[in-house]
């Protein structure tokens, strides 16, 4: 009976140590809009969402990109100052001027995005948005007008 407790007990450590083995590193989240991109995008634009009074910071800040090279637009909301790696609702997304809206929303702990359109010689609107803590739940946001028509 002691072999046979000794033999079940070395082989659920062995999966456990082959499980860990086998597991892949959560990936680290991107610090700067651009790296949340990727290469070639450029900061057109950028506000601030989700002003908390209780800190006197806001939460999150929406930023829209451009890569000249590739013609695409695109569109990251990142948690900034207490809001980094706290998980809360937050929304990316933009729109070119005759099209459907593009959005990702989702509680993250870092960003939300990034959203990618097509948009060479097209107007584009964008949001962003963030749900913080201020006494209360709320939801803060920005929705710019339509712009940037390059």
């Given at each position: ?102 959005r990702d929303k989702a509680e993250y702990s870092y960003y939300a995005g990034p959203v990618y359109v097509y948009a060479a010689n097209k107007c584009v ?26």
């Amino acid at each position: 009976m002691r072999r046979l407790l000794y033999s079940v007990g070395v082989t659920a450590g062995l999966l456990g140590v082959t499980v860990l083995a086998g597991a892949a590193p959560a990936a680290a989240a991107a610090s700067t809009p651009q790296a949340a991109c990727g290469a070639g995008y450029s900061v057109l634009e950028s506000k601030t969402v989700g002003y908390d009074k209780s800190t006197d910071a806001s939460a999150g800040r929406v930023y829209l990109l451009y890569n000249a090279s590739n013609g695409y637009n695109c569109v990251v909301t990142m948690h900034i100052n207490g809001y980094v790696g706290f998980g809360a609702q937050t929304e990316a997304g933009i729109l070119v001027e005759g099209e459907s809206w593009k959005r990702d929303k989702a509680e993250y702990s870092y960003y939300a995005g990034p959203v990618y359109v097509y948009a060479a010689n097209k107007c584009v609107k964008y949001t962003g948005g963030i749900q913080y803590y201020d006494n209360g739940i709320f939801w803060g946001s920005y929705t710019s007008g339509f712009g940037h028509c390059g």
